[in-house]
């Protein structure tokens, strides 16, 4: 039965809501519209961290929701606060993180301002959410929570929005808290089970790959004892790094690129392709043609078709218990012919090697994904915000365990870096945390080093110089225009640091890297390290992949 209260403040019954959800931080900037809350708020054993912009806040709401599925809350007032988390908010739908957003609005009852900084939010949520509400009466508030809970939560997981008007704040209340209630997510037909594991059985090539939905639960045992029993070779997208161990003999890389490179040359050879958790919202790691490799879409919803990607067969369901059941039924088959994938790895391998040591200095991309590998234990957690260094540390960054390497490949938006990295770091205080950002990317949300400083959080920001928006310009010169309009000048980023009580580091050779890195983490606290960044390597290797692979 529900738990009865006696009468309360609407603000009041909102907090006793979040905290039977398990809510442990609100991120945000409030306004004069969120005074009633706040009040109870201070009341509560919900921890609020005030922000220096709401964006921030929301990215580090969605961070809490990616990283431990429960969602994450952000906090703004009305008008302007609520349009600042737009792109949390999409960041968060489109990467499948939960996250609740509650701004605040004038009283909807009796205006006393007329229109003053009042927009339609809800409507404005809209198409960037997975439920959008008003609340009008207190009373709804605890089914309007539980609601909107239940459905970022739920696959597929993404931004939710409640707006709470100061008069209805402020109402007294006898609503009952929801209890929350574990539902089992169903499973997948027996009859597509087997015609799953006909298809693998059948195969001559068959390849698996591993999306982001195997991210977000805990998939990660299943699929290795999947691998292990079958030993079918495996790769994965961007936002499906570190599910199962990219140590493993069998992993032949991420898909960090849309062709060329070394992964797609297994993928070219594949007839059939296992696709566990991914779906087209992520840049797509393959592009599916009519006659070439057949497609197993497993996922726990069915496949978004359109001219790329039309599955021939969908295992819809909980994907561990999916992988479990294909394990019982597939055994390795003597026709299975895998040595072109193992070559394969065998090439890429050989050359993420070759400049692993490089002594360039600026620092060439690949060096430096090797030198924070060296740095990060296993469990570790690297933050990256979105720039041309995120194709590299994707493409060669061996991420051990999930979500320890932390990238979006669904907005791709700039400025989340930071946050996230603070998110992370506020949830598992245990493990290293490294964000890793481009100057572009960076001073988008560099004020929340302030916030950082604030918390006390042991942190380390590696800032990779270039003084321009690398991709675009990588980008731009690939279509053969003109080089104009993405240049810029940087703050002192020692000095930045320290002007925010932070340390501030800088590099001079590139052998300074690894120990300045160990010392920011021994010694504690916020660190930015500037780092000279030379990107002439994109176009010796990611322009030219077809002549560094032809001899597969």
């Known amino acids: 039965m529900p738990q009865k209260h006696s009468k309360s403040k609407g603000s009041n019954i909102f907090i006793r809501a979040l905290e039977n959800e398990g809510v442990s931080y609100i991120f945000g900037v409030p306004g004069e519209e969120n005074l009633d809350f706040l009040n109870s708020l201070a009341h509560s054993g919900i921890q609020l961290i005030t922000t220096r912009h709401e964006q921030s806040a929301g990215f580090m709401a969605a961070t809490i929701g990616r990283l431990t599925g429960k969602a994450g809350v952000a906090l703004s007032t009305l008008g302007p606060g609520a349009t600042n988390l737009a792109t949390p908010a999409a960041y968060a739908t489109l990467g499948g993180m939960p996250m609740m957003m509650i701004t605040g609005q004038k009283p909807i009852k009796r205006s006393k301002q007329g229109h003053f900084q009042i927009i339609e939010t809800v409507n404005f949520m809209k198409p960037i959410t997975k439920y959008t509400a008003q609340i009008v009466n207190a009373g709804n508030i605890p089914s309007r929570v539980r609601e909107a809970m239940r459905l970022a939560e739920e696959e597929r997981p993404g931004a939710v929005h409640l707006e709470l008007p100061e008069d209805v704040a402020c109402e007294s209340t006898e609503a009952e808290i929801f209890p929350v209630k574990k539902v089992r997510r169903p499973v997948a037909e027996a009859k597509a089970i087997a015609q799953a594991a006909s298809m693998i059985t059948t195969a001559h090539r068959p390849l698996i790959l591993i999306g982001a939905g195997a991210n977000r639960k805990l998939t990660s045992k299943m699929l290795r004892e999947f691998i292990d029993a079958t030993g079918i070779p495996f790769f994965n997208t961007q936002m499906g790094k570190g599910v199962v161990d990219e140590q493993h003999p069998l992993f032949l890389g991420t898909a960090a690129l849309s062709a060329g490179d070394y992964v797609h040359h297994a993928l070219e050879k594949a007839d059939l392709i296992i696709n566990v958790g991914h779906d087209v919202v992520e840049k797509p790691p393959f592009i599916m043609q009519r006659g070439s490799a057949q ?82 234990g296993e469990e570790d957690i690297v933050t990256l915000d979105n720039g041309m260094y995120k194709i590299w540390f994707a493409r060669q960054y061996q991420a051990r365990r999930k979500n320890t390497l932390l990238l979006d490949n669904a907005l791709a938006t700039m400025g989340a870096g930071l946050p996230s990295g603070m998110a992370a770091k506020l949830v598992m205080p245990e493990r290293r945390v490294l964000v890793v950002a481009g100057d572009g990317g960076f001073m988008m949300n560099s004020q929340e080093l302030e916030t950082a400083v604030r918390l006390k959080l042991d942190i380390t920001v590696l800032v990779l110089v270039d003084r321009q928006y690398g991709m675009i310009r990588w980008k731009q010169a690939a279509s053969g225009f003109t080089d104009f309009g993405l240049d810029f000048g940087n703050p002192d980023f020692v000095k930045y640091a320290a002007a925010y009580g932070a340390h501030g580091h800088r590099v001079s050779t590139a052998r300074e890297l690894v120990p300045l890195l160990e010392k920011t983490f021994v010694d504690g606290g916020v660190h930015v390290v500037e780092l000279p960044i030379d990107y002439s390597e994109n176009e010796r290797v990611l322009n030219q992949l077809s002549a560094i692979t032809k001899n597969i």
Do not use: C, S
């Open 295 to 376: 497609v197993i879409h497993m996922n726990f919803f069915t496949a978004k078709v359109d001219d790329i990607y039309f599955p021939q067969l969908e295992v819809v369901g909980d994907i561990a218990n999916a992988v479990w059941q294909l394990k019982e039924l597939v055994k390795p088959q003597p026709h299975w012919d895998f040595e072109h994938f193992l070559r394969v790895k065998t090439a890429f391998v050989a050359h993420v090697a070759e400049t692993a040591d490089d002594a360039r200095f600026p620092m060439i991309p690949q060096r430096i994904v090797a030198d924070v590998r060296r740095v990060m």
